[in-house]
Each structure stands twice: as C-alpha cells, then as structure tokens.
C-alpha cells in the first residue's frame, strides 16, 4: 500500500468529494418523462440515458449538444516481448492519422458532431516492460493521471473515453487478471490479430507480469502503476475528473475499462457516472462489464479501439436527449391521456 504522503494520496483524497446525481433534475426528468406522448417505458433505454444524463448534468432538459471524444495514446516496453501483431511506431503513426482526420474514429464523431481532443503521452518513452519492473514509478503514474484530468475540458456536456497504444491490450489484460484473479489466459485476447504463437506469448508476459508484482497487487492504484500504462493511468484521471465536474461519461472497449477497473476496485461508486458504451469481443470484455455492473448500449462487434464504440454511442445518447427535450407532452399535442 501507498505510504502516507506520497503521490497517490493526493489522488485518494479526491474520492470522498465525489459528487452525486441531483435529485431536484431527477425528478424533473421523470415528470416529464411521464407526460410525453408515449406510453409509459416504451423508450426503453433511451428513458434511461435521459435521466442518467439529466441527474449528472444538473439539468432538468438534459443535452448532448457539446460531446467530446477523448483519445490518449502511449507506448508500452511490454511490446518488446512480441505480443502485438505490430510495432510500435503505429501509435505515433495512428496518432498522426487522427490529426489529419483519417481515422474511423473522426467519421464516427463527424457524424454525431462530436469534437475529438488527441492527448500524446510521451511515445517516444514507453512505459516501461511491466515483466521485469514496474511499468511506472509511482510519482510517473501520478503526474499522468493529472494529465488525465486536466484533459477534460470545461464545456463538454457528454465525455467518450478512447485510446490507442501497441500492446495496451496486454497491459489491460494483467490488470484484468490481478484485479479479478483466474487464469491469465481468461482475460487475454488477440488484440490486433496476433496468431497463436503471439497469444501464447501474449499469456505469458501476463502471467509473469502478476507473479513479479503479486505482492503489491491488494492496492488497485499500484496494480494500474505496475502493469498499466500512460494512456490507461490518464483515462482514469479522466474518469474522476469527469465525476468531479459532473459530465457524464461513455467507456470505450477492452482498455478504456481497464481504467475504470481500477477505480471501480477503489471504490465500486467512482462509475456512477458512467455508461458502457459498447461490448468489445476482445478478451473478455464482456465479463468486465459485468464485474462492473454495466450493461452495454451496443454490441457491435467493434474491437478497434481508439473512441470509436464511445463515439458511435453518442448517436442514442444524442436521440435520448432530443426525444426528452423536443416530445410533446399529452396536454401540449391536445391527445388524451393514459385512462385512470
């Protein structure tokens, strides 16, 4: 466990001050809810995703009018023991490829008129290869889940969590495996199209990563220090951040809950704020989800990564608001209501 005084305190801290939904936008939202021209629930979860946003907002008409995808990027030292299906220079290259628009993720978000912030996090640094040392020192860690939270921008009312980094589906699957336990191979995926012999490769370097750092993994924070990597360390000061200034949040896939992973080990209350964008066939998404006690708004079968399931959501977080806000009530369209 961290020492009193020392860097991930600061962090600890921020946790009590959580805020929670508002109950006064809560209750306008469900009033209303009940007076539109609809029978009761037939919404389904667009009902839901109303409300949601409506108690984090603060807003009695909740909106997604200024909806930001935000993309963090890093480079990972395990990447050295060839468990990825490409090198490294791809994160810098992908990195490049949504500046100039190229990527999938900045159609999705054009079409649900999504900014898109793209976050480096010294890629010429890897973190460092979490089976033979920590990945970060503990001071490294801290300072990028500043980064983290300093990246939500003030203005957003809708936040998408993304990431891009070669072999951070290797690190997401360790802190999977000292998280939840069972065996390595249970948590582990092919990530970007590894054959069999990268799979196995790709077990074993998470294998050996929790049995070099078994001893310090009771503390959720040392295990995202010891086998994550920049780009998951910031997306989860992101995550509070975004509790912290009441945005609600969309999760990516595999790696963007790796983050919230660690949060939810901290304290299961720091996701309340938070919706899963989308179910990933990646390892064993699916089974996070449910340890998170989220339920995914798509399954699309999408594994890319880079903000695009989170993006792609916006489009029924953008119809939920529109459809609370613009309905019209029974009495307004003059047609009778449900009978006693």
């Known amino acids: 466990m961290s020492l009193p005084g020392r860097p991930f305190d600061d962090f600890r801290a921020l946790l009590p001050l959580m805020p929670e939904p508002d109950p006064v936008a809560l209750a306008a939202v469900r009033k209303r809810e009940a007076e539109l021209t609809k029978p009761a629930g037939s919404l389904g979860r667009l ?31 395990v990447a050295s023991r060839g468990v990825s299906a490409y090198p490294t220079s791809v994160t810098a290259a992908m990195v490049a490829n949504f500046r100039n628009g190229g990527a999938a993720v900045n ?15 010294a890629l010429d640094l890897p973190a460092r290869d979490f089976t033979q040392g920590p990945a970060m020192e503990e001071q490294e860690c801290m300072a990028t889940i500043a980064f983290g939270m300093e990246a939500v921008a003030a203005g957003s009312d809708v936040l998408g969590l993304g990431e891009m980094g070669i072999a951070n589906t290797t690190s997401a699957a360790a802190i999977y495996h000292a998280l939840y336990g069972g065996a390595a191979a249970d948590w582990v995926g092919r990530g970007t199209g590894v054959d069999d012999a990268g ?20 503390d959720p924070l040392e295990t995202l220090r010891r086998l994550g990597g920049r780009e998951i360390a910031a997306m989860a000061g992101a995550i509070l951040a975004a509790r912290l200034t009441r945005i609600p949040t969309l999760l990516d896939g595999y790696v963007a809950c790796a983050a919230a992973a660690v949060l939810h080990a901290l304290d299961p209350s720091t996701l309340d704020h938070c919706m899963a964008a989308h179910l990933s066939p990646e390892g064993a998404h699916g089974e996070v989800l449910r340890r998170l006690g ?47």
């Open 107 to 121: 159609q999705i978000c054009a079409s649900f008129g999504a900014g898109l912030r793209v976050f480096e996090l």
């Open 199 to 218: 799979l196995a490769r790709k077990i074993a370097a998470v294998e050996a990563g929790v049995a070099l750092h078994r001893a310090h993994l009771d």
């Open 47 to 77: 009902e839901e995703i109303a409300a949601w946003l409506a108690g984090w907002q603060s807003k009695p008409t909740p909106t997604c009018e200024k909806p930001l995808i935000a993309v963090f990027a890093g480079n990972h030292g």
């Open 294 to 340: 989220k339920r995914p708004l798509l399954d699309m079968g999408m594994r890319l990564g880079e903000g695009s399931g989170a993006a792609l959501a916006l489009g029924l977080v953008k119809a939920a608001a529109n459809c609370h806000a613009g309905m019209a009530t029974f009495a307004s369209a003059q047609v009778e209501g449900k009978s006693a």
